[in-house]
């Protein structure tokens, strides 16, 4: 069974900057997209970035794009989401996820349907 654990949030102000990490277990994530999503208090799930299983193609959330900065690591089964120049609307809990089917189209799906699995999640917490 695959699992994820998040780690790296924690209340930090405006304009300042965390670096999320993503460890996965108990199945690889090589041939699988990545994704990084977010939940505030009261709102719904939202997409924030993703990782394709092919090199270097990425996607982001028009709301964080030039700000959040999405990698990853294959060969230590992690996934990386550098948050720079962080907002109090940035303010959620933010969980990683691996897409349920390997491989398939090289844009990674923002649909939140699409990932099997999922972390627990960290919080983010940004003061004005």
């Known amino acids: 069974q695959v699992q994820l654990v998040e780690s790296g949030g924690g209340l930090v102000q405006a304009g300042g900057s965390l670096r999320l990490a993503c460890a996965a277990s108990?199945?690889?994530?090589?041939?699988?997209?990545m994704g990084w999503f977010r939940q505030a208090p009261g709102k719904e799930r939202e997409f924030v970035a993703a990782?394709?299983?092919?090199?270097?193609?990425?996607a982001y959330a028009d709301s964080v794009k030039g700000r959040f900065t999405i990698s990853r690591d294959n060969a230590k089964n992690t996934v990386a989401l550098q948050l720079n120049d962080l907002r109090p609307e940035d303010t959620a809990v933010y969980l990683c996820?691996?897409?349920?089917?390997?491989?398939?189209?090289?844009?990674?799906?923002?649909?939140?349907?699409?990932?099997?699995?999922w972390g627990q999640g960290t919080q983010v917490t940004v003061s004005s």
């Open positions: 990782t394709s299983w092919r090199d270097g193609i990425t």
């Open positions: 996820a691996r897409r349920l089917r390997m491989l398939g189209a090289m844009t990674p799906t923002e649909q939140a349907e699409a990932y099997g699995y």
């Open positions: 108990g199945g690889g994530i090589s041939a699988y997209s």
